[in-house]
């Protein structure tokens, strides 16, 4: 019985000791965690760290290119409006354009890239190639709008946090044809709004926020100017282009690895 005894007095011991240390083990680990998930698959290159956020922004932008330029390219030779044979013009120049800096920064990066699209992206190639008429049009609007605006947000993140120069210069180009694609298919007036924010809804747990519901009846105060103050000089101007465009001109990467070649 005084073995028993002894037994159960060290047993409860080990397991208050256990309880003690393990709250602090895991609050330790959770200190820790925002750094690891910045070293984790990261890199070093001379163009400065390489993460796997990084590596992942650069095969989407490819895989972006693999798809969305041969729908461009059906959307111009099957032409059922011009809107849309616009709209189809923009994914062929933008996408060959992109996939040009996209591989020449893969190439000096050493990261892999795929050659084809990926098997949701061949599945929306057969649907638009399966329809014809209005149907061809809304999938070819509506699909490649809620593509390109899924990318978007990603392209911003990595934008904002990527170290690598390359990287940060890719992320910039990729925006700028996103967001010229995105307009140039809203143009077509062909868009499914109320389908994206269904989607976007889905896909959010947040509860809203922002200023509450306007009143109706009721008119919301003005809002005075937000301008600097004092006399100062200015030289800079908004960005460049009429209402409805994106100015995407830019000049040509530098093609160290010899990718072009």
């Keep these: 019985m005084r073995i028993n005894g002894t037994a159960l007095l060290v047993a409860a011991i080990v397991v208050t000791l256990g309880a003690i240390a393990f709250p ?60 849309i044979k616009e709209a189809g013009d923009h994914l062929v120049v933008g996408h060959t354009d992109l996939d040009k800096r996209v591989r020449i920064v893969a190439a000096q990066l050493g990261v892999a890239l795929p050659n084809q699209p990926n098997e949701q992206q061949q599945g929306w190639l057969q649907e638009m190639t399966a329809a014809t008429g209005t149907e061809y049009e809304y999938k070819f609007v509506n699909l490649l709008r809620s593509a390109h605006g899924k990318i978007f947000p990603a392209i911003g993140t990595v934008r904002n946090s990527t170290r690598n120069t390359l990287v940060r210069q890719l992320a910039s180009d990729a925006n700028q044809t996103v967001l010229d694609h995105i307009t140039v298919l ?5 868009v499914d709004f109320d389908a994206i924010a269904n989607d ?62």
């Design 186 to 190: 809203e143009k077509t007036g062909r």
């Design 200 to 261: 976007a809804a889905g896909a959010t747990t947040a509860s809203p926020t922002g200023p509450p519901a306007p009143v109706p009846g009721q008119v919301a105060p003005s809002a005075p100017a937000a301008e600097a103050t004092g006399d100062i000089g200015t030289t800079s101007r908004p960005s460049p282009g009429a209402p409805g465009t994106v100015n995407t001109n830019r000049p040509d990467p530098q093609d160290s690895a010899g990718v072009l070649e």
């Design 24 to 83: 602090m083990w895991s609050y330790a680990d959770r200190l820790g965690t925002g750094q690891a998930n910045v070293a984790a698959g990261t890199v070093n290159t001379q163009w400065g760290p390489l993460t796997a956020a990084d590596r992942d922004l650069i095969v989407r932008v490819r895989l972006a290119g693999l798809w969305e330029l041969p729908a461009g390219q059906q959307a111009v030779e099957r032409a059922p409006s011009q809107a």
